[in-house]
């Protein structure tokens, strides 16, 4: 599969497009075929050292996306997405979202409405967790 992979937390000097092995997944994970993977303010952080996620390098930038779950690592609610349409949040383990496949969390994988496309449900993600997280904030004051 191809995949970007970033060398360097330099900005995008060090980023490259490269072939990598499709990723098994492990128990409790889900295999998503990539459609649409936004880059967001947090991929920017990301790919020049900033911010909360810093991967061993080399690694695949990319921390939301949507797609087709293709195959489950076991557990019920893995199991039960396969074949479902998906938008994912990807943890600060393994790679991220910039490639063809993506290993998921199962719980991390939302089914999406049938309305929504595939492009909007991955731009969503990142606006959902904004909006969570300057209510959080808010309260805090």
């Known amino acids: 599969m191809h995949a970007i992979e970033l ?7 060090l980023v ?23 880059i967001t303010a947090a991929d920017v952080a990301l790919l020049q050292g900033r911010g909360g996620v810093r991967r ?17 690592g ?3 609610i893995g199991r ?13 383990q393994g790679d991220g979202t910039w490639a063809e496949y993506v290993c998921v969390p199962a719980a991390q ?9 595939l492009t909007t449900c991955s731009l969503s993600m990142r606006a959902q967790r904004s909006a969570s997280r300057m209510k959080r904030s808010r309260l805090r004051s």
């Not at 994988?109 to 496309?117: G, Q």
């Open 16 to 38: 490259f497009v490269s072939n990598k092995q499709v990723p098994a997944p492990a128990p409790g994970e889900v295999l998503v075929r990539v459609h649409s993977a936004p």
């Open 74 to 76: 076991g557990g019920l």
């Open 56 to 72: 061993p390098l080399p690694a695949v930038p990319g921390l939301t996306c949507s797609g087709v779950v293709v195959q489950s």
């Open 80 to 92: 039960a997405l396969v074949g479902r349409r998906v938008c994912c949040l990807v943890g600060e």
């Open 109 to 117: 994988a939302l089914e999406m409405p049938e309305a929504m496309t």
């Open 7 to 13: 060398r360097a937390y330099d900005g995008v000097s």
